[in-house]
């Protein structure tokens, strides 16, 4: 099946007075329709110029990007006005028309290409209901929280029927609870009609939440993709270790000490491994990260522990976890 999105070979640098600035290095990344696509790095790292290169707002310095076999590069500006009316996208601070209300802000992707206002105002009538705002079409952008206005402007994203949404650090202003409710959200739309969707975030469980495929950036270059299944099991450059270990800087301590990494996926979380372990084996561990969640009754996330000096124990300690279908990795050191 061909990617919706194919990036061949993206590069971006950013020329000012003093020096220039290599914000993308060749980048190659293909996403399929229907997927939902995590683009994850720290700050600088590129990723917001690589969405904004996804339809054209930013030009590659060199390569290109084909959406559903256009090639971006190719196409004259009205050509690029039209394909940019089918990738839709949200923003971290929302963006919305502060003098205009819940429904006007809806309708103004659909009075830009000429639609009627009363036809406007029934699709946009439509969108809130979907989003769970139909009682705050008369409110003000100021009238609402963080989260309503994040709806807002996923309702307007979805106003000309996108095939693409891309969503910009979309839920790095929320409070956790309502990240959830956005995420879920997201993921019901991705799911209901069929919309490929790219987030672009800094937080490995937005990725873990929702996403299905995940690329790794890192000072502007590709450092890693594949299912986030397979990159969070088994994550095999630094920059992916660093962003799925949640790696604390004051933990050097840490270092050259025996250390583990334990994924748990099939587990049931009603059976305490590590407590069992710690009483078979007659010695503590310390529990350096724990970032593990219950899933239909089933253990999901991983374990970060620091193991007894004493190599035997450490040895017994493995293969305890291993006969109970952990998947154990020794680490070279926890910070990375």
Do not use: W
């Not at 640098?13 to 997927?35: R, S, Y």
């Not at 310390?286 to 007894?308: E, F, S, Y």
Request: glycine share 6%; charged share 25%.
């Amino acid at each position: 099946m061909e990617p919706i999105i194919q990036i061949k070979n993206v590069s971006k640098t950013f020329i000012g007075k003093e020096n220039q600035v290599e914000a993308l290095k060749g980048i190659n990344l293909d996403i399929h329709k229907g997927d939902i696509y995590g683009i994850i790095g720290m700050s600088g790292a590129g990723k917001s110029t690589l969405v904004r290169c996804l339809n054209f707002l930013e030009k590659p310095t060199t390569g290109t990007v084909v959406v559903e076999d256009k090639d971006l590069s190719a196409l004259k500006e009205d050509e690029l006005r039209k394909v940019r009316t089918e990738i839709a996208m949200i923003f971290q601070h929302f963006n919305l028309l502060m003098q205009r209300n819940v429904l006007d802000n809806v309708c103004f992707p659909m009075e830009i290409v000429g639609k009627s206002r009363a036809e406007a105002k029934e699709r946009a009538m439509e969108l809130l209901e979907i989003v769970g705002l139909a009682d705050k079409a008369k409110s003000y952008p100021a009238q609402l929280s963080g989260g309503q206005k994040q709806r807002v402007a996923i309702a307007r994203a979805l106003a000309n029927n996108p095939k693409i949404l891309l969503c910009d650090e979309a839920t790095s202003a929320l409070d956790p609870t309502t990240t959830k409710a956005i995420l879920k959200l997201l993921q019901e739309i991705n799911q209901k009609y069929g919309i490929t969707i790219v987030i672009i975030t800094h937080e490995m469980a937005v990725v873990q939440e929702i996403c299905s495929h995940v690329a790794i950036i890192d000072a502007g270059e590709l450092a890693e993709h594949g299912t986030v299944e397979q990159v969070f099991s088994h994550p095999k450059t630094a920059a992916a270790k660093k962003l799925v270990f949640m790696v604390n800087p004051k933990a050097t301590e840490m270092q050259g000490k025996r250390c583990i990494r334990i994924v748990f996926s099939e587990n049931s979380s009603f059976e305490p491994v590590i407590a069992n372990m710690v009483l078979e084996c007659k010695a503590p561990v310390n529990i350096l990260l724990a970032d593990t969640k219950d899933i239909n009754g089933i253990a999901h996330g991983q374990m970060i522990l620091q193991l007894p000096e004493d190599e035997a124990i450490g040895n017994k300690m493995i293969h305890y976890l291993k006969d109970r279908k952990l998947e154990v990795e020794e680490l070279d050191s926890y910070v990375g």
